[in-house]
């Protein structure tokens, strides 16, 4: 009786030293969407008139003021340090000139659900961008990355 007590007392010992799960997280779905000169990505809350008007912003660059990244992510277990999103984008200037920019916004984790974050691309840096080709979005714990998603020219 009297060994088998020490034996739980140091199988307890040995679990409560056990080190908590490292966090884990994934970007679920981005969403690119254009802004117009009033900061609209829609001009009802249809997601058919979102399509429709996203549509045509394309094909009327010169209504677009920027853009916004609708980024859906997730993470478990405990964070090491500060979590944020990163996106990283490819332009291409007016031409032919290759650009690059970097956008990170800090975010708290959720509990149990994912969580939507709207990273905005506008003004000046926007124009200095030029046109899309290429974007990747990042979930970082730290240093640490968590999860990815990217364009299809990435």
């Not at 490292?22 to 399509?51: C, H, M, W």
């Not at 124009?127 to 990042?138: D, K, N, Q």
């Amino acid at each position: 009786m009297h060994r088998s007590l020490i034996w739980l007392l140091l199988a307890g010992c040995l679990a409560a030293a056990a080190p908590a799960p490292a966090a884990t997280g994934r970007v679920i779905k981005v969403l690119p969407q254009f802004l117009d000169r009033k900061g609209r990505n829609s001009t009802s809350p249809s997601l058919y008139e979102r399509d429709a008007y996203q549509a045509y912003l394309r094909l009327h660059t010169n209504q677009i003021s920027g853009m916004k990244f609708n980024v859906q992510w997730k993470t478990k277990g405990a964070s090491s340090g500060t979590l944020k999103l990163r996106v990283e984008l490819r332009g291409v200037v007016r031409g032919g000139v290759p650009q690059e920019l970097v956008l990170e916004e800090p975010v708290k984790p959720g509990r149990w659900f994912a969580r939507w974050t709207h990273i905005l691309l506008r003004g000046e840096q926007y124009r200095t961008l030029g046109e899309l080709s290429a974007w990747r979005v990042t979930l970082w714990d730290a240093d640490q990355l968590l999860g990815e998603q990217r364009s299809f020219l990435w």
